[in-house]
């Protein structure tokens, strides 16, 4: 109880200073990002205390950053990171691309002032990672920053990760990792399997990898792990473009919610550096390839795809033909709209294995007849227990479909071998409900609300894009 407590005490005393820098017109991904740095040299000050070797070199560390004041405070600040950005290991990837964002001194002095005022290192960390995650839920919920693209809902990670079923001795990828969740949800998950040293540190130092193309999220994703003792000597966390990527490295558990749309204009073209794979500017194809590509036979994966995979044809059905030809299908999630932050994105969770065919595949569906908001009737792990039910993880010979005659609208169906290869595509619907608008009159104020800021934001990134063209 007194962690809870003290978890909520110090949530306050972030959300105070968040609302008192947005005032000042700073975002609030900004200052989560300013928070991480300033956070991890406070923490390095407090292992040196305690008489652990300190990461930061000499000049660079909090003990040169408090007591300063004025434009010296932000000089000073600006000077640490430019150095800690340089680090090849751990630091460098925390500080990647680091800039300062609070450039104006009596602000950047009340962030300062309010990490001084906790001792982080020898929080458990357990705990000091929950403040982090709930930090990171809150920027995910900031229509106008984007962030919500980062952020898979944590009931549907848990939910995958338990289906899945990653082993401590296994490794786990996630080339899209945004803020991390699907790695550290498969830690936690991991963790429990074995008390064995050797086993503890291999699942710390080696079994998982998470990379991301853009620098904030880099630093979020590393810092995360970080808090939970997660490559405290070296990140598990690249900065890197998955899609051009040509290492060898391979994976037996991916689990990933790869980002969805064209590739952005400028970035360097994938077919250029993958020969290998069919051309196509959509990024969910090109992730589902790479997933495809880096998992070892036998290996198994969980990732979300919106329903263009499913049914597009063209370089996407190739994709789909090659995935059914080498790869087991052998589960399809449907999820509902609503779930994400982005409005209306229909997406599923395929879950496929490396080195025979599919045959029959088994498809939950969650989606028809189902409503969910993010504010108002968020999706929780409990209402996906059904489907972990069904799934029957690690005994799936004993999986017993609910659909049937007597029960037509049952969630659960298995397609068969001769249903799937006579299908035009894998977007399989059988539920008959009638669609029923049941949000209440605030529910769909809501939604409406939601959809404006939504656009408002899209228009906003576009005319930066533009060059500020009115």
């Known amino acids: ?54 990461t930061v070199p000499e000049g660079y560390k909090w003990k040169d950053l408090v007591g300063l004041s004025g434009t010296d405070l932000v000089e000073k600040y600006e000077e640490i990171l430019k150095e800690l950005s340089k680090d090849e290991g751990l630091i460098g990837t925390i500080f990647t691309r680091a800039t300062n964002k609070i450039d104006r001194p009596v602000m950047l002095a009340k962030v300062i002032e309010m990490v001084s005022e906790e001792n982080w290192y020898m929080m458990e960390g357990d705990f000091k990672g929950a403040i982090y995650e709930a930090i990171l839920e809150k920027n995910g919920q900031d229509k106008k920053s984007g962030a919500g693209q980062y952020f898979t809902p944590r009931a549907l990670i848990q939910t995958m990760v338990e289906v899945v079923d990653p082993k401590i001795t296994e490794t786990v990828a996630d080339p899209a990792c945004g803020t991390g969740g699907f790695l550290l949800a498969a830690y936690d998950h991991m963790k429990e399997q074995s008390k064995d040293m050797e086993k503890q540190q291999f699942l710390k130092n080696n079994a998982l990898f998470g990379a991301d193309n853009t620098s904030l999220v880099v630093t979020l994703a590393s810092m995360n792990l970080y808090l ?7 990140s598990p966390i690249a900065y890197q473009d998955s899609l051009i990527d040509t290492s060898e490295r391979m994976f037996n558990v991916i689990l990933a919610n790869p980002p969805f749309g064209t590739r952005p204009q400028g970035s360097v073209e994938v077919a250029a550096n993958r020969p290998e794979f ?104 409990a209402h996906l227990q059904d489907f972990v039910d069904c799934y029957c993880s690690g005994h799936e010979q004993d999986r017993v479909a609910t659909y049937c005659e007597s029960e037509p609208n049952g969630r659960w169906r298995c397609f068969s071998e001769e249903e799937v290869q006579n299908a035009d595509n894998l977007d399989f619907k059988w539920i008959n409900l009638e669609e029923k608008d049941e949000r209440t009159v605030a529910e769909v104020l809501e939604d409406m609300n939601e959809e404006a800021e939504t656009i408002v934001a899209a228009v906003a990134n576009l005319r930066e894009l533009l060059g500020g063209i009115e």
């Open 1 to 54: 109880m007194a962690n809870k407590k003290s978890e909520a005490a110090l949530l306050k005393k972030v959300w105070d200073i968040a609302n008192v820098l947005a005032a000042a017109g700073v975002g609030f991904t900004d200052y989560i990002t300013q928070l991480t740095y300033i956070l991890f040299l406070k923490m390095d000050e407090e292992k040196e205390e305690l008489g652990l070797s300190s």
């Open 228 to 234: 939970h003792d997660i490559g405290v000597n070296k």
């Open 278 to 381: 069919v051309k196509t500017s959509d990024n969910q194809v090109n992730f589902l390839q790479h997933i495809m590509s880096i998992v070892k036979t036998g290996g198994r994966v969980g990732v979300v795809l919106p329903d263009s995979v499913l049914t597009d044809t063209g370089a996407t059905e190739k994709v789909r033909e090659k995935l059914l030809k080498d790869y087991n299908v052998h589960t399809i999630l449907r999820l509902p709209t609503g779930i994400f932050y982005a409005n209306g994105v229909k997406t599923n969770v395929l879950f496929f294995e490396k080195g025979k065919p599919t045959n029959e595949i088994w498809v939950y569906d969650y989606r028809t007849g189902i409503k969910h908001t993010m504010v108002t009737k968020p999706m929780t792990r």
